[in-house]
């Protein structure tokens, strides 16, 4: 009788799932992994679903409170920010990109900008700590990952003597992102004087907030005068020789100028919803803009909290506006269906797309399920290098002209849950830089050929399926 009455419950819960997944899924590939788990996991997969796979962009009834609080504050906070600003850009390219931003999130172009790109970890801990030490007012620090080690605790005794000087200084910090930071470094940070507070905290109330909704951002802000936005995390993981992976690379920007109230918002709104304190108001962290930098530059925040998918809609414009060539470095490479269509479209037409991506990877699902896309993008006539050391950043750029540099991975998770934060800078120098050490990279790395790749094992077919068939949902 028992079984018979959980075989009726499972299928009530399952038709109920089906129903959410078959009207409200946003992708094929995602809704059927997501069928196929309720199905073979009885109760288990419809509590898994009801955490990671509600769209709640969709169906309402499911919108997280927090969400609510974001997409309110959000629209309160872009009220009075202008118009886009687009007759400040070169061409029709640059509009369209830039338009595309501005429709869905407010964000426009802001030029005079001094940007420094910073190509690893030890450039950007000695620019920060630079920072840090000249900072007169105030330290505004966002990271998804920080860890004990080193390099924190060079920060703290940079910070420790700071807030001896009088200086305010405030760190948010992603709970899951830094599940490795210790008591203790908490305990410091608070004894020295620093306004220290996590963003989506494991709660009652919120926990399904926190578990699937994770803050990307990387975000440092000093003075309201220089500000830090990219891909690297507060970790000794920059600096360490670590047997397997190796020194992590990794790519940021050091920015002076308009764009530096742009980062700071972001800054502010995360602050706001991880305190409830609203310091958007205060005089010495929103000002006046009188910079003399030439560089062009637009930020793209994005989340669930908007109603579109913005950063994906960001790479798919990059992709389809390139006219010559298209050059990718990012560590996960798991593309949705557009974003795969969208690559070889591209190459199929005669652009040169390149992707330079680690051989190897800190997660070996992730690793197959990016190796799973490799024959199709090969096929296509897409390039695809194999470096052998392991490089975390984000970056896309085209036609040599506009560069796209921030936190945001080519996958479900970056697209649909995470708080992302990305540059686009219209500026050729900063790309042709970028460029240079993208080549030098390349030439040192593996060049991947279809025929060979091809012939690969059926063993690693077989974990590249099963990889892939997971990777939706990572």
Not at 16 to 23: E, I, Q, T
Not at 129 to 151: S, V
Not at 288 to 305: E, H, M, R
Request: proline share 2%; with cysteine.
């Amino acid at each position: 009788m028992i079984f018979y009455v959980l075989g009726i419950l499972h299928f009530i819960l399952f038709s109920w799932a089906f129903y959410n997944v078959l009207y409200f899924g946003v992708k094929p590939s995602k809704s059927l992994s997501w069928i196929l788990i309720i199905f073979f996991f009885p109760f288990l997969g419809v509590f898994v679903f009801v955490l990671f796979g509600i769209n709640r962009r969709k169906i309402k009834f499911f919108e997280l409170k927090e969400t609510k609080k974001r997409k309110k504050h959000i629209k309160k906070s872009l009220e009075d920010d202008g118009d886009a600003n687009l007759q400040i850009l070169e061409n029709t390219k640059q509009k369209k990109i830039s338009q595309l931003i501005y429709s869905s999130t407010k964000s426009n172009v802001e030029d005079k900008n001094e940007v420094v790109l910073l190509k690893n970890g030890k450039e950007t801990f000695k620019a920060l700590n630079e920072a840090f030490k000249n900072a007169k007012k105030f330290i505004h620090l966002q990271y998804y990952m920080i860890e004990d080690g080193e390099i924190l605790s060079e920060i703290i005794n940079v910070l420790e003597q700071k807030i001896k000087d009088n200086i305010e200084v405030r760190i948010i910090y992603d709970t899951f992102g830094s599940y490795n930071l210790s008591n203790s470094s908490k305990r410091k940070l608070k004894d020295i004087g620093v306004i220290l507070y996590p963003e989506t905290p494991f709660k009652f109330g919120t926990f399904l907030f926190s578990l699937n909704y994770r803050n990307h951002r990387k975000i440092a802000v000093i003075d309201n005068e220089i500000g830090f936005v990219g891909g690297v995390n507060i970790s000794d993981e920059y600096i360490t020789d670590d047997d397997f992976l190796g020194i992590w690379q990794d790519t940021h920007i050091q920015v002076k100028g308009c764009a530096v109230n742009r980062i700071h918002k972001t800054f502010l709104k995360d602050y706001y919803y991880a305190t409830n304190k609203d310091l958007t108001q205060h005089k010495n962290y929103i000002t006046p803009c009188n910079a003399k930098g030439n560089t062009k530059l637009q930020l793209v925040s994005s989340g669930p909290d908007y109603e579109q998918s913005v950063v994906m809609q960001q790479y798919l414009s990059f992709i389809n506006l390139a006219e010559k060539s298209i050059c990718v470095l990012n560590p996960y490479f798991i593309p949705t269906f557009s974003i795969l269509e969208a690559f070889k479209m591209a190459a199929l037409s005669g652009v040169k797309v390149t992707l330079l991506l680690p051989e190897k990877s800190d997660s070996k699902v992730a690793k197959y399920s990016m190796y799973s896309y490799f024959e199709d993008l090969l096929k296509a006539g897409v390039h695809i290098y194999l470096r052998k050391d392991f490089s975390h950043s984000k970056v896309i750029f085209i036609d040599d002209e506009i560069i796209s540099i921030g936190s945001t991975n080519f996958d479900c998770r970056s697209f649909e849950h995470n708080y992302e934060l990305n540059a686009i800078l219209f500026d050729k120098k900063i790309t042709l830089e970028v460029k240079e050490e993208f080549q030098e990279r390349k030439n040192k790395a593996n060049k991947l050929d279809y025929a060979t790749f091809r012939k690969r094992s059926i063993k690693q077919k077989t974990l590249e399926r099963l990889c892939r068939f997971f990777s939706p949902l990572l």
